[in-house]
């Protein structure tokens, strides 16, 4: 028994020593919160009264991150709850950015290509985007003085996709119905010329309407004549556009292997809505007319082209088949894409919040201080009132500490929860609930010792219904926590969160360190033959007659 | 509460053993205070409360903050920045500065200038924080904006209800699983006694509803049950300790009340004090305005919630239980004074001792002890019953 209790107190205090230390030496610290360091936190909703599904707002969440990302913004935490998407962007100041930064409409659009640029070798998406900010006034008049930009209108080549094999990317080029794509020319130095252009461009050529931008994607803007960047790094140049993935049956865009490589397959509406749209867009392109020289359409989503399939028929009734060298996963995606493009959601945001960075330390300096002089005095209080068991008390809050600080670095650094300011709260509430499981055994241990029990027996019987009253009460924290933490949005998630885990620890603790300590401090002879809280007690359990005259 | 744990000491019983000093008793748990017989004070300090609370809904309603109203708000550093100046920076960007509602806040020894208008563009929010910049000479960094649309604010509150609806039911079936149902409607009650006196608190002083304050609400609905949960789990634990000795309800919540009554005010303590210090040192000193309200609401809520485990969830739950069959029939007086703190005590062995002594007395025929010998179940309850058996399974 007595080796029993010694592995566990050791045990949790080696746990709880342990964990700290690893967090501390690996650096991983809780990531706080907008409110605690400033930023923006925007909060999306869906407009009133349009039909969608959690689908379309995953892949909404997944655009918005893509766009994020390509921005370079640090530890952004963007979270679908419910029906609505919080983005909340840590040091990001500027409010119009960061609304630019999440617009998504989930719209896909279906544009003739006028031509392509091959992938830059090798350039990655983000630090394309990191010089844009700076450099776009420039980048721009590069693309405009480009052969490229001028090229729809003048000729009707097409910059050749996919032109630098060696990036061993496939291109934008797909096929549709599975014929070979014709060759276009091979290209020139322009596409050379645009490709490195491209680097430092982000913002959208072409005819007077289109949207400028320092954000890394460049918005859609459906009217116009513009280029775009596709999924795997090049450049598109693209008309207006002649459809959306309306055309397409809801949940009918599926990915499977066609002729030996992996494709996608859609149904296409019937009626002029779905096959009428589709069949003018594929007539243009496959004739290769002005408005589609490449004899390629594109899907767009959000300002970035998801395939060029090559059209190889002039007419689809039915449905229609993308075949290309695509890997599982791109062609899982396109199907995504083509899915939610066919029933889009536009989002607004209902809600916009910049918190300066100095109100944010403020608040969290505050909140420490506070809480420290909090927890000095109800341990100052403690050891007023049970004088040496306090001692338990002590201990005790540092290992629910060390706990409660390692598990909320490793949910910071492995699942992008962030300790806001209502978490922060919901811990410092959490001091009272932990100090009452100490108060409810010391009041039970104090009730057994007036029964007449020895002290070391009073610690275990009174244990035993401290704990089961510590593990009802905590159930309906735990019930509260959970609730809250399923049906709220917002800062009411972060509270739950914080309440819900300190619960948990409060349980964990009661049993692997109060229970053992105590159990522990009751036979030794730190406590035999004292007073303990004005009891007078001794280890034979010989107990003076309370209050006895005689 | 020291007053009124004495109120009985004028009576004399015969080898009453010395008592300790008031203060003593208290710490050491021999407290015998009729908490059924003043049950009424309690209800009746509630209800004043509850009715304050309800006019002052109807009258003033609650002061909504632009989380539920929608709007859009800033906050600049106001050492450079005036009242006029802001106005004239909002007209210039079209808003109509008769709308704004402008308050200044101290944060951190710094003053801040905290203007609120009904929904705008964003380009012309960004526009106003920057002239707003300028004006204060700050950093644009150095504004905090907040923009909410209407709609939102509702959405917040369906959620809020919703989980509040939910969390409701669910703890109800728990408590009914665990104890009973009587116990569930008690704790409930009570639950939401706590909350519509935090609300009223908010009506009354008109302080701005936040989020934050939501939270700060749901914190102390949690409270509030956490520490009935304890009360009744004694309760509980009486019910079935008494259930030989055929003690009226109300004695069993006499009893535990008192044995619970030093773990709820060191609780209650312990609970306060880190609010009370986010409250006086956080808000206070050092000015962080988002603690303040909250830490207040907290502040109400956990001092109610610790009263209402007492003074209404247990008064109610012994209405509700004396009025079931089993108890209807037993309607012996209550047991007061050194009665009430033998049965308290039950078990200590004084209370053994007073009890052998008592039981000779009638035996030998000593009827002069025998008729002042109080006729309580604590005559039956000598000592504590032996902790049943583990069920094998």
């Known amino acids: 028994m007595r080796r029993k209790l010694i592995y566990s107190l050791v045990g949790i205090i080696i746990l709880a020593v342990g964990l700290l230390t690893i967090n501390l030496a690996a650096g991983y610290k809780p990531a706080l919160g907008l409110d605690l360091r400033g930023g923006i936190s925007v909060t999306l909703r869906p407009v009133p009264g349009q039909a969608y599904d959690k689908s379309s707002l995953d892949l909404a969440v997944g655009r918005i991150r893509e766009r994020v990302d390509s921005f370079g913004v640090g530890e952004p935490e963007i979270l679908r709850q419910d029906n609505a998407i919080v983005v909340n962007l840590p040091g990001v100041n500027d409010q119009k950015q960061a609304l630019d930064l999440v617009n998504v409409t989930g719209k896909v659009y279906l544009r003739p290509v006028l031509a392509c640029a091959a992938p830059p070798s090798a350039t990655p998406v983000t630090s394309i985007v990191s010089t844009a900010t700076t450099t776009s006034g420039t980048a721009t008049t590069t693309v405009g003085s480009s052969a490229v930009v001028t090229l729809p209108t003048t000729t009707g080549a097409g910059v050749a996709p996919g032109s630098t094999p060696t990036t061993g990317s496939p291109g934008p080029s797909r096929r549709v119905n599975s014929v070979p794509p014709t060759t276009p020319p091979a290209a020139s130095t322009t596409a050379a010329t645009t490709g490195s252009s491209a680097d430092t461009s982000t913002t959208t050529a072409g005819s007077g309407g289109a949207t400028s931008t320092s954000v890394g994607l460049p918005f859609s803007d459906p009217n116009a004549t513009q280029i775009l960047p596709t999924r795997d790094g090049g450049r598109c140049q693209v008309g207006p556009s002649g459809g959306t993935g309306e055309v397409f049956v809801r949940d009918s865009a599926i990915p499977r292997i066609i002729g030996g490589g992996w494709g996608v397959t859609v149904d296409l509406k019937t009626g002029s809505s779905g096959e009428g749209v589709w069949n003018v867009l594929a007539k243009e392109c496959f004739n290769g007319t002005t408005t589609c020289p490449s004899k390629q359409l594109a899907i767009e989503l959000d300002g970035e082209i998801q395939s060029a399939p090559s059209v190889n028929a002039e007419q689809f009734t039915g449905s229609v088949q993308i075949t290309g060298s695509f890997t599982k996963a791109q062609a899982t995606k396109l199907a995504q894409v083509m899915n939610s493009g066919a029933l889009p959601i536009t989002l607004q945001a209902e809600a916009v919040q910049t918190v300066s960075a100095t109100l944010g330390k403020d608040s969290l300096r505050a909140a420490l201080i506070a809480g420290a002089i909090g927890i000095a005095l109800v341990l100052l209080f403690m050891f007023l009132y049970y004088r040496r068991l306090a001692l338990v008390v002590l201990i005790g809050l540092g290992v629910s500490g060390a706990l409660i600080y390692s598990l909320t670095s490793f949910i910071s650094r492995f699942y992008n929860g962030v300790l806001s300011l209502a978490g922060v709260a919901g811990l410092i509430v959490s001091i009272g609930v932990t100090i009452d499981s100490y108060v409810v055994f010391f009041e039970r241990l104090k009730d057994e010792i007036r029964a007449g029990r020895s002290l070391r027996n009073s610690a275990q019987r009174g244990f035993k219904a401290a704990f089961h009253t510590i593990l009802v009460a905590d159930s309906v924290s735990l019930i509260g926590a959970a609730v809250l933490w399923y049906l709220s949005v917002g800062a009411v998630r972060g509270f739950a969160f914080y309440l819900g885990l300190s619960t948990m620890v409060d349980v964990f603790v009661a049993y692997f360190f109060t229970r053992p300590a105590v159990l522990l401090l009751a036979r030794s002879k730190y406590m035999s033959g004292r007073k303990i809280m004005g009891m007078e007690t001794a280890i034979d359990g010989a107990v003076q007659p309370l209050g006895a005259t005689s | ?393």
């Open chain 2, 1 to 393: 509460v020291s007053d009124v744990i004495d109120t009985e000491s004028d009576i004399q019983i015969p080898d009453a053993p010395a008592r300790r000093s008031r203060r003593g008793r208290l710490y050491h748990g021999e407290t015998r205070v009729d908490f059924m017989g003043r049950k009424w004070w309690g209800i009746g300090a509630s209800m004043a409360l509850i009715l304050v609370t309800i006019i002052s809904l109807l009258t003033q309603g609650l002061n909504l903050g632009l989380d539920f109203e929608g709007g859009v708000q800033w906050e600049v550093p106001s050492a450079h920045i005036t009242d006029a100046q802001a106005r004239a920076v909002l007209t210039a960007n079209g808003v109509n500065a008769a709308d704004a509602k402008i308050v200044t806040v101290s944060a951190s020894g710094v003053k801040r200038l905290r203007i609120q208008t009904p929904a705008q563009t964003t380009a012309v929010r960004q526009k106003v924080s920057e002239d707003l910049a300028k004006s204060a000479q700050v950093s644009v960094n150095e504004i905090s904006t907040n923009s909410v649309t209407a709609a939102w604010g509702t959405e917040i509150t369906k959620k809020a209800v919703r989980a509040l609806v939910v969390f409701i039911i669910l703890v109800a079936l728990f408590i009914a699983w665990r104890f009973e149902w009587a116990m569930a409607l008690s704790a409930i009650t009570a639950m939401l006694h706590d909350v519509l006196i935090s609300v009223g608190i908010y009506s009354l002083l008109q302080l701005e509803v936040t989020p934050a304050t939501v939270i700060a609400f749901l914190t102390i609905l949690g409270f509030s049950l956490y520490d009935t949960i304890v009360v009744f789990d004694k309760v509980d634990e009486n019910t079935a300790r008494f259930a030989g000795a055929r003690l009226p309800y109300d004695d069993v919540i006499n009893v535990s009340m008192n044995q619970v009554l030093m773990r709820s005010l060191n609780t209650s303590l312990a609970a306060v004090l880190p609010v009370l210090s986010l409250l006086v040192v956080g808000a206070g000193i050092l000015g962080a305005i988002s603690l303040r309200e909250f830490a207040l609401a907290l502040f109400v809520g956990l001092i109610t919630g610790s009263y209402s485990s007492i003074f209404i969830a247990s008064p109610l739950l012994a209405w509700l239980k004396g009025r079931t069959p089993k108890y209807r029939s037993l309607r012996a007086p209550r047991a007061i004074g050194i009665d009430l703190e033998r049965l308290v005590m039950g078990g200590s062995p004084a209370a053994r001792r007073e009890a052998q002594r008592l039981r000779s007395a009638a035996h030998t025929g000593d009827t002069a002890t025998a008729v002042l010998a109080p006729a309580t179940p604590e005559v039956v309850l000598s000592h504590p019953p032996r902790p049943r058996k583990k069920k094998r399974r």
